[in-house]
DNA sequence: AATGAATGAGCCTTCATTCAT
DNA sequence: GATGAATGAAGGCTCATTCAT
């Protein structure tokens, strides 16, 4: 007598969370090309041929962390977005990356890690360049609001203050000392400079 | 009949650099586990065996790269630091990054990429860390100097501004504006805010 | 509730059944190894473990096909040979080829894609020599009734003849003109020359 | 100092043709699947990766060994066409086969069994298809100018009886006997039977 | 009788590394 | 100093087969 339709999800269910589960720690453990296959199902508890009948290839795999990590910060993001009043959005967008890092450090991690490595960039499949691209042109819109005198160049250093930051934490969280810095960096978005007259520099 | 002595060596240097600035270019451009010896030979234009007569190992050979180029980098590092009365040392580090970024692109690439692969770090042995701790000990300094109210905490901030910054540059040096930025963040410290007094953040 | 035996039975007939009909389709169209025990089960419309409640292994389906589809080629060729008068025999049999080609051009595929690979002729057991023997055996009784000279060797020619045009056919059933070869092949079997006087040939 | 080139191209040569020789060997031995690289390897008395510095894939290796044969086989047919004079050039096609088969016996293996696996023979690319098709057309022309009365039947059949011979002679080398068959197959074209006059056959 | 999740051996291929010259 | 043929240890992936239900 054939396992019951719910037990089979179930089951799938469980080896398919476990597995990816077990590729995320890895690959952001690891790095993408380290993290073997057998690797993986050791950790994952089970055995190499199962990841195949779960996903066609390693690259794959990747593609379904990246998938699932992204909708759920991409959802976060959005809560952040919502909640504040316009000349709090930028103190809103900085104190919310600390717990969507904390939440999703591997994936960070790995995300980091692949930015730097065109080769395996593209077996993702495109998708994180336009991500970037669209919390740029958010930032952008923030800062346009707040009445920043050259917003396209301010949303790029905003963007570079918090993925530096992000990139400090996530590399050692234990030391590096998150919250305290993004309540300095909204001390300094708060006391927004004017950009002064200057000489052409150097 | 056997070459001079001298002449032996300026052949073995001049393969050495080969040797050196090929895998520099490959493994910023493709990464560290994607570029092959075999590759590697290919762009030095010299044969695979040739490697393994002066450097003992892939890994071996990265640390070369390291060496080097850290050499290279806190040298000017240094410059920047001398060069500048103690008010205008940010300033002065800020705009120097830019230019020891635009020399050294191919290493800082790398080097981003491999900052997150610890697995790859460790083949690097250490020297890395103690670096980056170096320069966020030597940031504090600058900012006690023009009194930021809490220097440890703020050097981390600017240390993540400017790695933030670097490597968005070196992803994308064509369209990212790093000078503008810099200016940017110029303005910012020299409107170094002082901590204001705050009720505990949520 | 169980079901009754009969019902049990009548399933169990139908499912062996499918299994082999896909089986022979895929093993005619990909060849032996390349026909995948998945695949077979979804051209059958039954899971993979059933075969498994059937056949021991892919070669025991492999052979139960052969038994299957041998015994109806023997008995069709017991047909063609029983229904002719002997100086009609010949063509009897050439022109009976032409219906069991057609009625199982699937497993004459199959047979000749496998008659030439040892290895996996090996784990269909012997059956095939057996069988290849006996009809050279009997076409050499046909031929010596006509009065062949040298009935060995024709009936060995014959064979080839037939075999050759069966696969010809069998590779290519559109355009192979195989009623017009057999009934050209009849004019050469009705004008059997006698064996000349020869000198030795080189 | 590096060996000499001459010596270089000696060892690549000796490496290839071994590898060449060991994969024909066993593709006809057991069939192109069945034929692991690492048997292969074993065979040629080499190492696996080797194999792949002189050939990109399995398939490769299996497409130089068709292009190393077939221009063999060629060259041999050419011979014989050529030799002959008009009347005499079915004789001499048929007599000359014996030749060819005996001394590429294993390519001639290889190839029948392919011929009946699609899957492998598109990996092969095309050709075979094309060269099969060359051959029935020399013989058409051939028995053209004998007067057969349906020069394209004809020419089928006369391929059909040439490849049958050749695979019962190639199947089983030291039973078959392959010379008597070639010269009882010239006698019935000597004795080329007229089209009868005939009813439509049932 | 039947299912489909799960296993593990083995395949093709890549690549850092060695070695004879 | 330099070459390039050669090796061998994995790595990703496939597939026949088993097993709990």
Known sequence: MPRSPEANEKLRDESRSR???ASLRLFAELGYERAT???IAAEAGISQGLIYAHFTSKA???????????????ASFAAAEAADAPSARIEGLLRASSEILRRNADFWR???????QPGVLQELGSGLDDWTQSIVETLEGFLREVGAPDPAVDAELLFALIDGMSQHYVLDPDDFPLEACIERAVDFYR?????PKRRMPA
Chains 1, 2, 3, 4 share one sequence.
């Open 60 to 74: 794959e795999l990747l593609r379904a962390i990246f998938a699932q990590s992204m909708a759920d910060v991409r």
């Open 110 to 116: 790995l995300s980091y890690s692949l930015r730097m």
């Open 19 to 21: 597995i990816l589960s």
């Open 37 to 39: 296959i057998k690797a």
């Open 191 to 195: 006391a927004l400079p004017k950009r």
